[in-house]
């Protein structure tokens, strides 16, 4: 008998995290320089002992089972398979498991482990799996206790004395508890079964962990909750994601990415970063495979990014292959992989104090002209080229789509992220 079997469910598309997640699945995005966010949740599980892994995947799969080919090749694990929809796409969370229970029936297992693979966080499940043994609970979920006024984010499980789950709400405007999910879930195999099916023939419902699965079970299967008090987060949004990678470089940083595993780590073909007579690194990660012949100051560099000479790269996450030109500042922004910025550019133009949500984000493949200045809290849709700048200043709070900038349009003030106006051309 294997004594664990684990699902990990890759196939999201992180629809709040906005472009960065249109090009990619969000378990696929890049983070701290040169990791995957899903290396986080395959690490704790071969950390962990946990050798039987099923990688439930959808949105753009075959980014992620390219990237876990590469991963398992590299990484000792027992078994490793990437399952995809059978019908169309998932549903939901719990339907993406309940689609792959043929893999689940065939594979004699103690214990289900069910985990989000777009989350960052270090963790030994072998803990939580004796508490559920101990408990001889039918289900436990991982919780982590949050602020109140953040708890509405989440799945929330209001506990008896014992950790026992006597109530589950998603997500709701009100929470009465400030325990949350974390979307990890130990479950005994033949209740997650009956439950799942008895879920897919429901119709009306959502098909979904948070949303049908644990709520219904609440008082009439045994439900207990195992708190983490370890770092854990949920990086649902740019800003949030910004956030978890500065954390990295703070004086006193929540994080370590020690003992993280990823194929990248022992890459052969990645030589050292480059940094170069004229190039100075302040209080930065730099991945291997950079070179960096002008200034970088509190930021964090993916492989393959080159910094030209008098270049200055400030406050900003920059991902692979992506390059800053000659005499240009990047400022408080976030640059996704193969951007080219052009010499003599200012992006971040205007900002205010880093972490007061003043990001620009550039999307994957862009390509900056000479000397074009970007305002800060711009969007700068994937692809867009050097002809969709129609002009050489683009003012805070824009965002550019491939089609450029309509004459006579309104390029905004600075607005809160969510309130953006899209300027495009017909």
């Known amino acids: 008998m294997v004594e664990t079997v684990a699902f990990i469910m890759a196939g999201g598309r992180g629809k709040r995290m906005d472009l960065l997640c249109d090009v990619r699945p969000k378990p696929a995005l890049p983070f701290a320089g040169r990791f995957r966010v899903i290396d986080f949740t395959l690490s704790n599980c071969v ?29 000792a694990v027992r078994t490793c398979h990437v399952l995809e929809p059978k019908n169309g796409s998932y549903k939901g969370t ?10 689940l029936q065939k594979v004699d297992t103690e214990n289900v482990l069910i985990v989000a693979g777009d989350h960052i966080y270090k963790m030994d499940y072998r803990r939580m799996l004796d508490f559920h043994r101990q408990a001889n609970a039918d289900v436990t979920v991982g919780v982590k206790r949050v602020p109140i006024e ?7 499980v209001g506990t008896g004395a014992n950790g026992e789950i006597l109530e589950f709400v998603e997500k709701t405007p009100r929470p009465r508890s400030n325990l949350a999910s974390m979307g990890i879930y130990v479950f005994n195999p033949d209740v997650l079964i009956r439950r799942l099916a008895e879920d897919a023939a429901r119709s009306d419902s959502l098909h979904d962990f948070g949303y049908a699965i644990l709520p219904g079970m609440v008082g009439r299967d045994r439900m207990f909750a195992y708190e983490f008090d370890g770092y854990w987060q949920d990086i649902g949004t740019p800003g949030a994601y910004y956030a978890a990678n500065m954390g990295l470089i703070s004086p006193q ?139 050489g200043l683009i003012t805070p709070g824009s965002i550019i789509s491939r089609c450029g900038i309509p004459p006579g349009a309104v390029e905004n003030k600075k607005v809160k992220e969510d309130e953006r106006q899209s300027v495009t051309v017909a």
């Open 47 to 75: 950390y962990s002992g946990i050798g039987d892994l099923a990688i439930l995947t959808d949105y753009r799969r075959s980014q992620v089972a390219e990237y876990i080919r590469q991963w398992s090749s590299a990484i």
């Open 94 to 103: 719990a339907d993406s498991v309940y689609q792959n229970l043929p893999y």
């Open 150 to 156: 953040e708890a509405h984010r989440f799945g929330t």
């Open 253 to 391: 940083p929540a994080f370590s990415l020690n003992g993280t595993g990823s194929v990248l780590t022992g890459n052969p073909e990645l030589p050292p970063p480059d940094i170069s007579a004229t190039g100075k690194v302040v209080n930065s990660l730099i991945s291997p495979g950079c070179v960096v012949k002008g200034r970088v100051e509190n930021s964090v560099l993916s492989p393959g990014v080159w910094v030209s000479e008098r270049a200055e790269v400030w406050n900003s996450v920059v991902m692979p292959g992506a390059s800053v030109g000659y005499h240009s500042i990047v400022d408080t922004c976030i640059v996704d992989e193969d951007v080219n910025i052009g010499k003599l550019c200012y992006i971040g133009l205007g900002k205010c104090l880093p972490g007061d949500g003043d990001i620009t984000v550039l999307g994957k493949g862009v390509t900056v002209p000479d000397h074009t200045a970007i305002g800060h809290n711009c969007t700068i849709m994937p692809g867009v080229d050097a002809s969709s700048f129609r002009r």
